[in-house]
């Protein structure tokens, strides 16, 4: 049972109040976009093929998405998007090419 002194006075009057939120976000969307595209830029320099860079995000953030533990540390805001672009960053991920095999298949 709680003590009266931790009843609000707002709970205990039968005035209707109104309660007022911050309009503006204090981290606007904004910025999670513009972290993704910069590690975008930076996962470039590693990957600068564009089609395959998109090809190897793609298939890690299926692996993430299946349950595959990260290879980086994460934070809880970051996406698997995130993540993938993270791991291409600091060398945790690579990829082998097909067009290099000398069978001719």
Not at 33 to 59: D, F, G, W, Y
Not at 77 to 103: F, N, P, Q
Request: charged share 15%; net charge neutral; glycine share 4%.
């Amino acid at each position: 049972m709680l003590a009266p002194q931790f009843v609000p006075s707002v709970l205990t009057s039968s005035v209707p109040v109104i309660l007022q939120f911050p309009t503006e976000a204090s981290r606007p969307v904004r910025s999670l976009r513009h972290m993704t595209t910069q590690l975008l830029n930076e996962a470039a320099h590693v990957i600068p093929n564009q089609q395959l860079l998109i090809n190897v995000v793609s298939k890690r953030v299926r692996q993430l998405g299946l349950g595959h533990r990260p290879l980086v540390e994460t934070t809880p805001r970051m996406s698997l998007t995130d993540i993938a672009l993270t791991e291409i960053i600091a060398g945790k991920l690579t990829y082998e090419s097909l067009e290099s095999s000398s069978d001719g298949a």
